[in-house]
């Protein structure tokens, strides 16, 4: 599934003061430059990965990732026990027992202290928070683009398949204290298949952004400012 080319629009967005990372994934065919948008300009490093202009949802391209591809940064993101909202495209080539994790935040292993992972399978998301984790049914067909989001507000956690909530809601009071941010990949769960993709990523910390019991999807790329 494609979508035309929507580029960034600057400025409209009224949380910008509380976006904590912005990836567009823009640029060109095979390029490791990632750039984070956000007023934080956080550094990224590809590990593997890299642009891809032959797939992507919004914009020029998005982030091809596959075994032992991923792209990270090992920032402190400050997110604790504050409401935020995390979401970001992702298209998977293929799914199986266990095929990753499109992002993550905290150290790359599962089931960590003071972290959080969606870890994908055949047909179930597993949501490891701390050292708790909770299986839903996904949803998700292979080589489509879906929006998911994932929503904390209070002990209270959410997760979205484009604007549907998967499963129920989850209870857990875990402060995501630990630093680093990944795309795509646990170090011992796998990593999303090769010819996957992740596009326009996007963590808000403060707040959420969407109405907890379900919202619609983006339809274009998100706004710097």
Known sequence: MFSADQGVVAGGD??????????????????????????????????????????KKFGTASLAVGTNNDAYTTASLGVNTQNFTLEGWVYFASFSDWVGSPFTIGTSSWLSANSMCPLFGSTVVRMSIGSSYYDFTHGMSANTWYHFCIQRSGNSWYMYRDGTQIGSTVTNSTSLSASNFYVNGTSDQGDMPNSSYVDEVRLTVGTTRYNLSGFTAPTAAFPNG
């Open 14 to 55: 009224p949380d910008w003061s509380k976006v904590s990372i912005l990836l567009h994934f823009d640029g060109t065919n095979g390029s490791t430059t990632i750039t984070d948008s956000s007023s934080n300009n956080r550094t990224f490093t590809a590990s593997g990965a890299t642009l891809s202009t032959s797939q």
